[in-house]
């Protein structure tokens, strides 16, 4: 079945860097775009971005221009997400979520997710 | 950048009553209108697309309707495991933006 696994939780200093990885399995990982999205705990969603996973073209969010890197390895069918300059505001629950196929690829809507990556920044 | 409403920002239902959640978009976005149900501890998961295309799995007493600026999802009779966050999403124009969400508690 098709699934998505991110790395683990992890604690930056405000100024630091962080890097998620969202690891696909069960579908050509290079026929669909992989987005971010993040969620600060208790509030709402937030797009950050996409990259076409068989081209590594990216579109980012204006909010994150400048701070968020998205690459991929298609040799073991790996998204990465990396922010830069964290602050506390960076606090939250970082997904990776695939491009919903319905027998039609919808490369912008969103399905299915991975289990999300805490990231907190704390001094 | 197009900003969506949602509405009401909580409704309290009981098991078997419908539900009606709205969501506003700032400008048209055609039919390009997502659904998206979060439980808590879970990632979302996408339950309509396209405004009224139900996604694989989800069951028919999840509907969605609208276009242009308006645009709604009714669940006909509430199951206990529908009550949740819900979050509507358009891909109209980049940003990407989602909704604030509709809380769906129990009454």
Not at chain 2, 33 to 45: D, F, H, T, V
Request: net charge positive; glycine share 10%.
């Amino acid at each position: 079945q098709v699934q998505l696994v991110q790395s683990g939780a992890e604690v930056k200093k405000p100024g630091a860097s962080v890097k998620v990885s969202c690891k696909a399995s069960g579908y050509t990982f290079t026929g669909y775009y992989i987005h971010w999205v993040r969620q600060v705990p208790g509030q709402g969603l937030e797009w950050m971005g996409w990259i076409n996973s068989n081209r590594g073209v990216t579109n980012y969010a204006p909010k994150f221009q400048g701070r968020v890197t998205l690459t991929r390895d298609t040799s073991i069918s790996t998204a990465y997400l990396e922010l830069t300059r964290l602050t506390f505001d960076d606090t939250a629950v970082y997904y990776c979520a695939r491009g919903y196929d319905s027998g039609f690829v919808y490369e912008n809507w969103f399905g299915p997710w991975g289990q999300g990556t805490l990231v907190t920044v704390s001094s | 950048e197009i900003v969506l409403t949602q509405s009401p920002a909580t409704l309290s239902l009981s098991p078997g009553e419908r539900a009606t959640l709205a969501c506003r978009a700032s400008q048209s976005v055609n039919i390009y209108l997502a659904w998206y149900q979060q439980k808590p501890g879970q990632a979302p998961r996408l339950l309509i697309y396209d405004a009224s295309n139900r996604a694989t799995g989800i069951p028919a007493r999840f509907s969605g309707s609208g276009s242009g600026t308006d645009f709604t999802l009714t669940i006909s009779s509430l199951e206990p495991e529908d009550f949740a966050v819900y979050y509507c999403q358009q891909r109209s124009s980049r940003p990407l933006t989602f909704g604030p969400g509709t809380k769906v508690d129990i009454k």
